[in-house]
């Protein structure tokens, strides 16, 4: 079972930016883009932003405009600028595409971050 591992995270300053990296083995060999996920501490994990193979970006309307991604083989990182409270949670990635290499990836276990000043 491949299973994703995600890190960076950390307290962030409020107005600051957070960074979370995810590594998925097979990421480039399967042709895997990436979601990301954000579950704040009392709430469901929500979708938040996508990477496509082809390099496209999109994100949820509480990241537009303030987000940005890294790739490198099999890691991809994303970057969230000017953080608010609401930005404090757990960051969760999970690969997209067609073959089984990035579908059959399950769930891991996520990088916190913290806003706080």
Same mark, same amino acid.
């Given at each position: 079972q491949v299973l994703p591992v995600e890190s960076g995270g950390g307290l962030v300053q409020p107005g600051g930016s957070l960074s979370v990296s995810?590594?998925?083995?097979?990421?480039?060999s399967n042709r895997c883009g990436m979601d990301w996920y954000h579950q704040p501490?009392?709430?469901?994990?929500?979708?938040?932003?996508r990477?496509? %193979?082809?390099?496209?970006? @999109?994100?949820?309307?509480?990241?537009?405009?303030?987000?940005?991604?890294a790739r490198d083989t099999d890691t991809v990182t994303l970057r969230v600028w000017s953080v608010g409270s609401e930005d404090t949670g757990k960051y969760f990635c999970k690969?997209?595409?067609? %073959?089984?290499?990035?579908?059959?990836? @399950?769930?891991?276990?996520?990088?916190?971050?913290t806003v706080s000043s």
């Open positions: 995810c590594t998925v083995d097979g990421l480039t501490p009392r709430g469901p994990r929500e979708w938040v932003a990477l496509t %193979s082809d390099g496209s970006t @999109d994100g949820h309307a509480s990241v537009k405009g303030r987000f940005t991604f690969p997209i595409g067609r %073959s089984a290499g990035c579908r059959d990836v @399950d769930w891991g276990q996520g990088t916190q971050v």
